[in-house]
């Protein structure tokens, strides 16, 4: 089982840059695939990155490609999201997932776009 907390949230300008943080507990890290997901008010939570475990292949839905960078750090225990030029559609509550056959969530981090 592993234990993930998220961190890097916050209110910024559309245009403008963030980057969540996802730690997780455990010493299997490294044989988790890593996600990023995210739920606006009223919506499905939604896929927005992935990260295979030795961070060879990455995956992003559509409407972050170009914008949005996940990475890895086994090291560290560590997921990242890089976000920049934040749109206001982009306001959400992100959350981080690990899956190796069974999901994991982190609590949730608000990220809110102004316009």
């Known amino acids: 089982q592993v234990q993930l907390v998220e961190s890097g949230g916050g209110l910024v300008q559309a245009g403008g840059s963030l980057r969540l943080s996802c730690a997780a507990s455990?010493?299997?890290?490294?044989?988790?695939?890593m996600g990023w997901f995210r739920q606006a008010p009223g919506k499905e939570r939604d896929f927005v990155a992935a990260?295979?475990?030795?961070?060879?292949?990455?995956y992003y839905a559509d409407s972050v490609k170009g914008r949005f960078t996940v990475s890895r750090d086994n090291a560290k225990y560590t997921v990242y999201l890089q976000m920049n030029s934040l749109k206001s559609e982009d306001t959400a509550v992100y959350y981080c997932?690990?899956?190796?056959?069974?999901?994991?969530w982190g609590q949730g981090t608000q990220v809110t776009v102004s316009s």
């Open positions: 990260i295979i475990w030795n961070g060879a292949r990455t």
């Open positions: 997932n690990a899956y190796n056959g069974r999901h994991y």
């Open positions: 455990g010493r299997t890290f490294s044989s988790y695939r």
